[in-house]
């Protein structure tokens, strides 16, 4: 799993608090959502060339990471 802590960032006044890449306004939400809607990574990365494919990763990683976390809070 890719260590996403140099990534995914969490600011309080940016985007409600919600986890973004790098500190831009961009969150990992808005990644997994174009994932899930059926964009392949090229497309994300063509659409915002701000982006890297190791943001992608980081947003997979991070979803992957919180929901293990939570799996284990339930279980």
């Known amino acids: 799993m890719q260590d996403y802590k140099n990534i995914i960032t ?3 006044g940016k985007r409600g608090g919600k ?3 790098r500190g831009m306004r961009i969150t990992v939400y808005d990644v997994l959502s174009y994932l899930a809607s059926g964009m392949t990574v090229e497309q994300i990365l ?3 060339p701000y982006l890297t ?3 992608i990763y980081a947003c997979l990683s991070y979803a992957s990471d919180r929901e293990s976390r939570i799996t284990s809070i339930i279980s």
């Open 10 to 12: 969490i600011e309080p």
């Open 19 to 21: 986890p973004c890449i």
């Open 46 to 48: 063509e659409d915002f």
């Open 53 to 55: 494919r190791e943001d």
